[in-house]
């Protein structure tokens, strides 16, 4: 069995920040502050500002209270209405699916550790390394694509047509991006940073070539032979 801890550390440190990067991913999912919506006029939104996640629309209130809440009105967006912008849609879609392709990417990183830790075959070491870091890859991708796409609506100061019942404005006097697209970034980073450093692992040449030596036919068929007939002794001499 090879001692091939060594050549993993830098993956052990991606695994981490793959983890750290599925987290926060999980955490913009939830949060309602992808858009912060400004608006001037405070008669229903009281503090004059409204915030606009994938989920749900969320404002402060006086005068129109959600209940369970104190002093905030909050409506959910669903999929399939009228009036869900593509961005918000994709948001809801490919978020979770980046989520659970990014579970699979941290779980197949345990594989890949563990498999070096009890020096397994190379070939599966290589294989589970590289799979780990395609999942994290494509988790980022999925993630970075309602990202950007909210992003850019934010910057291109794009508006979303509410039903009445939402008591959102027809277009919010400006708007910025929120934290939940900054968290969401950055735990997009970290995924492919962690998925690239997954899929440079490389083994050593002298662990590669002991493989490649154990698998040749000769190297089994001469020890069978060894092991059955034993080692000739020069020395010794038949009494008979």
Known sequence: MAYLTHTAHA????????????????????????RVWLVFDTEVISSGVAWVGIWRTCFNSHTVVTPGFRVMHCEYIGLTEAFTPPEIA?????MLLSLLVG?????????ALRNVTFGMKNSQIRLAFLT???????????????????????????????PPEFKMPRAPDAQHVGSGIAVGMIGAILM??????????????????EEVHLDSPGTSNQGA???SRGIENLAFESHL
Do not use: D, E
């Not at 993956?11 to 981490?16: F, G």
């Not at 579970?103 to 594989?111: F, I, K, Q, S």
């Not at 991708?141 to 910057?155: E, F, Q, R, T």
């Open 103 to 111: 579970l699979c990417g941290n779980a197949g990183g345990v594989y």
């Open 132 to 162: 780990s870091g395609m999942l994290c890859l494509l988790a980022a991708a999925m993630s970075l694509v309602p990202l950007v796409w909210n992003l850019n609506s934010v910057v291109t100061n794009q508006t979303i047509k509410f």
């Open 11 to 34: 993956q052990l440190c991606a695994l981490w920040l793959s983890c750290i990067g599925w987290t926060l991913t999980a955490v913009a999912l939830g949060l309602i502050q992808w």
């Open 192 to 209: 492919i940073v962690s998925g690239i450093t997954f899929c440079m692992h490389r083994l050593p040449a002298r662990s590669l070539r």
């Open 90 to 94: 994709a948001g809801q879609v490919l």
């Open 225 to 227: 032979s060894t092991s």
